[in-house]
C-alpha cells in the first residue's frame, strides 16, 4: 500500500549533521506511526525514533537530545534531523511504517520493528572520527 524512499544519507565527521528523508506515495502517512530504525554491521536493527499518530515523539537512549523526528503531511513525508553525530551512529537507516489505525495509538521501538509493516530501501550513514 505505502512505497517508501529515504534518501539523505552520506558521510560526516564526528559532530556534523545529516537531515534524513523518507518520501511516501501510494498512500497517505494519516494516522499511521512513523519510525526510522538502523542497522549496522554484525548488529541487529534497533529503533532510533518514532512518531505516533498524535504526534507524540520517541528515541532511543542514545540518541536522545542529538535526533529530532518530525513529519510533514502535506509532503506526506517523514524526517530525522541529526546532530552531533558520533561513530556509534554509522548504519544503514531506515524508514518505517504501519498500517492505519481506527484509534489513537503509541509507536514503539521495540522488536526490531515488529509493529511496521512498510520499510524503506535504507540510506548509508557513515560518521568518522
Known amino acids: 500500500q505505502v512505497q517508501l524512499v529515504e534518501s539523505g544519507g552520506g558521510s560526516v565527521q564526528s559532530g556534523g549533521s545529516l537531515r534524513l528523508s523518507c518520501a511516501a506515495s501510494?498512500?497517505?502517512?494519516?494516522?499511521?506511526?512513523l519510525g526510522w530504525f538502523r542497522q549496522a554491521p554484525g548488529k541487529e536493527r534497533e529503533g532510533v525514533s518514532c512518531?505516533?499518530?498524535?504526534?507524540?515523539?520517541y528515541y532511543e537512549k542514545s540518541v536522545k537530545g542529538r535526533f529530532t523526528i518530525s513529519r510533514d503531511t502535506v509532503k506526506n513525508a517523514v524526517y530525522l534531523q541529526m546532530n552531533n553525530l558520533k561513530p556509534e551512529d554509522t548504519a544503514v537507516y531506515y524508514c518505517?511504517?504501519?498500517?492505519?489505525?481506527?484509534?489513537?495509538?503509541?509507536?514503539?521501538?521495540?522488536?526490531?520493528?515488529?509493529?511496521?509493516?512498510?520499510w524503506g530501501q535504507g540510506t548509508q550513514v557513515t560518521v568518522s572520527s
Open positions: 518505517t511504517t504501519d498500517q492505519a489505525k481506527g484509534a489513537p495509538y503509541y509507536c514503539g521501538l521495540g522488536y526490531g520493528g515488529y509493529e511496521y509493516s512498510y
Open positions: 512518531i505516533s499518530p498524535d504526534g507524540s515523539t
Open positions: 501510494g498512500s497517505s502517512l494519516d494516522f499511521r506511526a
